[in-house]
């Protein structure tokens, strides 16, 4: 514990010194991260298959786990993308000049020192790291037993390059695997900022309630989409197909499939492409009854209570029968976990009242879940998908990395009593 608090100490001083390295600097260090994480591929995958190894491949985190050659090329890609775009820092967001001579200005500033708990997500250091040091921010980071050898190889990777442009290494650091790190950082007041977990519901509820720094949460999703019953089939079809098998591994991916009961007759065409990727669905009675003379028996079960409200990241879904959109919503209401949430319908009032009634960070009309992500709404990259209110929601990306404060100025201004 006492060694972890001293990387807490330097990592705090680190973040002091970071507000003074210049914003060309931090872009080439990001663009030269790029070109070594793409050079030094096979040793990051060499580290990569010793996590893989360790894991059964049918437990849905593996592929989360898995680096490839294509991902290492969309993650350079990524930090390209943070590099291009324009600082997050020193924005101007509000100026007023007051009766009594004061000029008030509110400006973007970094958080400071944000620590990162994520479980199966070696991807995530990278991305962790380009957002932090482009918004300003020192980091520590906690991962998990099960890509300790992948975050370690990134991280190496990570301070080589740092080293090479002399900034000081401190501004990212990698902790133990251990569960007392993790105890030590969700309890470092005074040394770190925020903390930010990214992963399973278990791993939020454990930080949330144990942490004594202050908590932004983000990742689990529990994913429904509504097919209404003005909805297009073809549309309907293509939607529920990205949305479930795209990747399910990812807290975007397609949980419930919420279907009017007045389509029902269109069920077996909306799931059909499903049984292609052996998607294995819990259906209600209602829906049961027409998919068993459809969909494969093999894949197909009755749903009972514990099929909701759950992040399945498998090749699963559950499936609602409702009889109107109030319905709907009220599902939705019970078990969303306010992540991303979406309508098929082709009826205008219908959608925009669904769209303002939903409580999530994403709400989407005809359109897959799966683009809740920060690099497909155009911010780069992401360090998370926040389902709370307070500070960001939805993609955290480098606006979302900042604070701000308020600078004064007067001519000698005091205050009269």
Same mark, same amino acid.
């Given at each position: 514990m006492?060694?972890?608090k001293?990387?807490?100490?330097k990592?705090k001083s680190?973040?002091?010194?970071l507000?003074?390295?210049?914003?060309?600097?931090?872009?080439q260090?990001?663009l030269?991260?790029a070109d070594e994480?793409?050079?030094?591929?096979a040793?990051?995958?060499?580290?990569?298959k010793?996590?893989l190894d360790?894991m059964?491949?049918?437990?849905?985190?593996?592929?989360?786990?898995?680096? $490839?050659?294509?991902? +290492? @090329?969309?993650?350079? !890609?990524?930090i390209?993308?943070?590099?291009?775009?324009p600082?997050? &820092?020193?924005i101007s967001?509000?100026?007023?000049?007051?009766?009594?001579?004061?000029q008030?200005?509110?400006?973007?500033?970094?958080?400071?020192?944000?620590g990162?708990?994520?479980e199966?997500?070696p991807?995530?250091?990278?991305?962790?790291?380009?957002l932090?040091?482009?918004?300003?921010?020192?980091?520590?980071?906690?991962g998990g037993?099960?890509?300790?050898?992948?975050n370690?190889a990134i991280v190496?990777?990570i301070?080589?390059?740092i080293?090479h442009?002399?900034?000081d290494?401190?501004?990212v650091a990698?902790?133990?695997?251990?569960?007392a790190? $993790?105890?030590?950082? +969700? @309890?470092?007041?005074? !040394?770190?900022?925020?903390?930010?977990?990214?992963g399973?519901?278990? &791993?939020?509820d454990y930080?949330?309630?144990?942490a004594?720094?202050?908590?932004?949460?983000?990742g689990a999703?529990?994913?429904?989409?509504?097919?209404?019953?003005?909805?297009?089939?073809?549309k309907g079809?293509a939607?529920?197909f990205?949305?479930?098998?795209r990747?399910?591994?990812?807290?975007?991916?397609?949980?419930?499939?919420i279907?009017?009961e007045?389509r029902?007759?269109?069920?077996?065409?909306l799931?059909?492409p499903?049984?292609?990727?052996?998607?294995?669905?819990y259906?209600?009675?209602?829906?049961?009854?027409?998919?068993?003379?459809?969909?494969?028996?093999?894949? +197909? @079960?009755?749903?009972n209570e514990?099929?909701?409200?759950?992040?399945?990241?498998?090749?699963k879904?559950s499936?609602?029968?409702?009889?109107?959109?109030?319905?709907a919503l009220?599902?939705?209401y019970?078990?969303?976990?306010?992540?991303?949430?979406?309508?098929?319908?082709e009826?205008?009032e219908?959608?925009?009242?669904?769209?303002?009634?939903?409580?999530a960070?994403?709400?989407?009309a005809?359109a897959s879940?799966?683009?809740?992500?920060?690099a497909q709404?155009?911010?780069?990259?992401?360090?998370?998908i926040?389902?709370?209110?307070l500070?960001?929601?939805?993609?955290?990306?480098?606006r979302?990395?900042?604070?701000?404060?308020?600078?004064?100025?007067?001519?000698?201004?005091?205050?009269?009593?």
């Amino acid at each position: 514990m006492e060694y972890n608090k001293a990387i807490f100490k330097k990592v705090k001083s680190s973040a002091r010194r970071l507000g003074r390295v210049p914003e060309d600097k931090i872009n080439q260090i990001l663009l030269r991260l790029a070109d070594e994480a793409i050079r030094a591929s096979a040793g990051i995958l060499q580290a990569n298959k010793l996590d893989l190894d360790k894991m059964n491949q049918d437990d849905p985190k593996y592929d989360r786990l898995k680096l $490839t050659v294509r991902r +290492l @090329e969309d993650i350079a !890609d990524d930090i390209r993308k943070v590099a291009a775009l324009p600082t997050p &820092l020193r924005i101007s967001l509000e100026k007023k000049t007051l009766q009594n001579g004061l000029q008030l200005e509110k400006i973007t500033v970094p958080l400071g020192v944000i620590g990162i708990i994520y479980e199966a997500r070696p991807n995530v250091t990278f991305d962790v790291f380009a957002l932090c040091l482009k918004s300003g921010n020192a980091c520590i980071l906690k991962g998990g037993s099960d890509a300790e050898n992948s975050n370690k190889a990134i991280v190496s990777i990570i301070h080589n390059v740092i080293s090479h442009f002399n900034i000081d290494p401190d501004i990212v650091a990698l902790l133990p695997s251990d569960r007392a790190a $993790t105890l030590g950082l +969700l @309890e470092a007041v005074g !040394d770190v900022d925020v903390i930010i977990p990214r992963g399973s519901q278990q &791993l939020i509820d454990y930080v949330r309630n144990n942490a004594k720094v202050p908590v932004i949460e983000t990742g689990a999703g529990i994913v429904h989409t509504y097919f209404d019953e003005s909805g297009d089939v073809k549309k309907g079809a293509a939607i529920i197909f990205n949305s479930k098998t795209r990747r399910v591994s990812v807290c975007n991916a397609l949980d419930c499939l919420i279907i009017h009961e007045a389509r029902l007759t269109d069920l077996a065409a909306l799931t059909s492409p499903l049984a292609e990727k052996n998607v294995r669905i819990y259906a209600d009675e209602r829906a049961y009854s027409v998919l068993v003379k459809t969909y494969p028996h093999e894949l +197909l @079960e009755t749903a009972n209570e514990e099929h909701f409200g759950i992040e399945f990241l498998d090749f699963k879904m559950s499936i609602r029968t409702v009889a109107n959109i109030t319905e709907a919503l009220d599902h939705i209401y019970k078990y969303s976990s306010k992540h991303s949430e979406a309508i098929i319908a082709e009826n205008g009032e219908t959608t925009e009242f669904f769209l303002n009634a939903v409580d999530a960070a994403a709400v989407y009309a005809n359109a897959s879940t799966a683009f809740t992500d920060g690099a497909q709404f155009g911010m780069g990259a992401e360090i998370g998908i926040s389902t709370q209110k307070l500070h960001a929601r939805g993609p955290m990306a480098l606006r979302e990395m900042t604070s701000y404060k308020w600078i004064i100025k007067g001519e000698g201004t005091v205050r009269v009593p």
